[in-house]
């Protein structure tokens, strides 16, 4: 009964490879987003979807592209991976005012 | 540029006494919350402050927030080793839509 879940927890891979993060919410809440902290924790927003529609779009490399089937997930499609795209990267859902994490998905790059 | 800043980088102390940690801000904010984070985990949600608020209360821990000084601290009191975890502020914005803007974190240590 997980309300915020990431897959995989652990990805490491290649430089110029492609992956995927998932993420899914029962929680029934309609905006979802995507975080990345880096090694010193510093959490940067990436993308914000609400009920499917993107609403916040950073300034991130066109590398990385979100895609909300439904308005309970929204996956991170990452292309060509870069060294400095290590870090973990965390969705959450939003209710009124407070967001709620997931557990946080760990990228290497190699 | 980043919108928070937390005050200390990070904090020993021993376990019974209380912890204060402290956040600035730099823009007008429609509320203030806290999250702690504990070691390979994710943001728990601990408290929200809205702008209209001066302290709030959620069990040992208390909160206030000066919008004046564009400031807010967060208090834990007597703290158990459990509570040892990095605490971040974030600031959801007048202007921001619905985005929150974290601070850098205190990494808070208890020591049994």
């Known amino acids: 009964d997980t309300a915020v879940s990431q897959t995989p927890k652990y990805l490491v891979t290649q430089m110029g490879n492609d992956k995927s993060i998932k993420c899914e919410q029962n929680?029934?809440?309609?905006?979802m987003y995507w975080y990345k902290q880096d090694s010193k924790k510093f959490l940067k927003i990436m993308f914000s979807?609400?009920?499917?529609?993107?609403?916040i779009n950073e300034t991130v490399p066109n590398r990385f592209s979100p895609k909300s089937p439904d308005k309970a997930h929204l996956n991170l499609h990452i292309n060509s991976l870069e060294l400095g795209d290590s870090a973990v990267y965390f969705c959450?859902?939003?209710?009124?005012?407070?967001?709620?994490f997931g557990p946080g998905t760990r990228l290497l790059v190699l | 540029s980043q919108q928070g800043e937390e005050d200390p980088q990070a904090l020993s102390i021993q376990e019974g006494e209380n912890a204060t940690m402290n956040c600035s801000y730099k823009?007008?904010?429609?509320?203030l919350q806290w999250y702690r984070q504990n070691s390979g985990r994710g943001l728990v949600h601990l408290i929200l402050?809205?702008?209209?608020?001066r302290e709030k209360h959620s069990g040992r821990l208390r909160v206030t927030l000066d919008t004046s000084k564009k400031s807010s601290s967060l208090l834990i009191t007597a703290s158990r080793a459990a509570d040892t975890a990095s605490y971040f502020c974030?600031?959801?914005?007048?202007?921001?839509?619905?985005?929150?803007?974290f601070g850098e974190g205190t990494q808070l240590t208890v020591n049994p």
């Open positions: 959450a859902s939003r209710s009124v005012g407070a967001q709620y």
């Open positions: 929680l029934g809440h309609d905006t």
């Open positions: 979807y609400n009920n499917k529609e993107l609403i």
């Open positions: 823009t007008s904010i429609n509320n």
């Open positions: 402050i809205r702008s209209n608020e």
């Open positions: 974030a600031t959801d914005g007048e202007t921001s839509g619905s985005r929150l803007t």
